[in-house]
């Protein structure tokens, strides 16, 4: 089975923003960048089914590219950043920030989750769809997801992930037997 996982254009977030959960506004540029995302897509298609995080950024896009009905499935959201959802970095005036900085892989974030967390849940989505008799998924979603994804489908190790971070708007094929 192939799987497409396509990561959100840019958001209307100021930078350093911490957000997870929250259903943040696409960026003005969302038109222009969601063009190229659907120029990319159509390179791909057909897809048996298509699915997406149910927050705001990666319905819109799903809708651009042409599946408005996309499966929302609350196991693609981005990780829940807990009390620190919308705060500047900067400005978190937290001291389990600095543990959970160093072990941000394992730790929850304050009332919130781990990356392995999301990780577990991501790769539940993935089993469950895996069980359906599909050749091709598109996969809307955030840039926490996709990485799971890689680390799922043994494309980079949890260690490794964090370093071939998505950008806005790509592409990223994962392949499961």
């Known amino acids: 089975m192939k799987i497409v996982l396509i990561r959100h254009t840019r958001v209307d977030v100021a930078p350093g923003t911490c957000y997870g959960w929250t259903d943040v506004p696409v960026a003005k540029t969302f038109e222009a960048e969601a063009a190229v995302t659907k120029a990319r897509l159509q390179l791909c298609g057909p897809f048996d089914a298509v699915y997406t995080s149910p927050l705001t950024r990666a319905r819109l896009l799903a809708a651009y590219c042409g599946y408005p009905d996309a499966t929302p499935d609350d196991r693609l959201k981005e990780m829940n950043m807990g009390r620190w959802e919308m705060e500047r970095y900067d400005d978190i005036d937290d001291p389990y ?81």
């Open 97 to 177: 920030l600095q543990q959970w900085y160093d072990d941000y892989l394992h730790l929850p974030t304050h009332d919130g989750e781990s990356f392995t967390d999301q990780l577990a849940r991501v790769s539940a989505f993935l089993d469950d769809v895996r069980q359906q008799p599909y050749r091709q998924v598109a996969v809307f979603a955030h840039a926490g997801v996709l990485v799971a994804a890689t680390i799922y489908a043994g494309i980079y190790t949890l260690e490794e992930a964090w370093q071939h971070v998505p950008e806005y708007g790509s592409l990223q094929l994962i392949e499961n037997g």
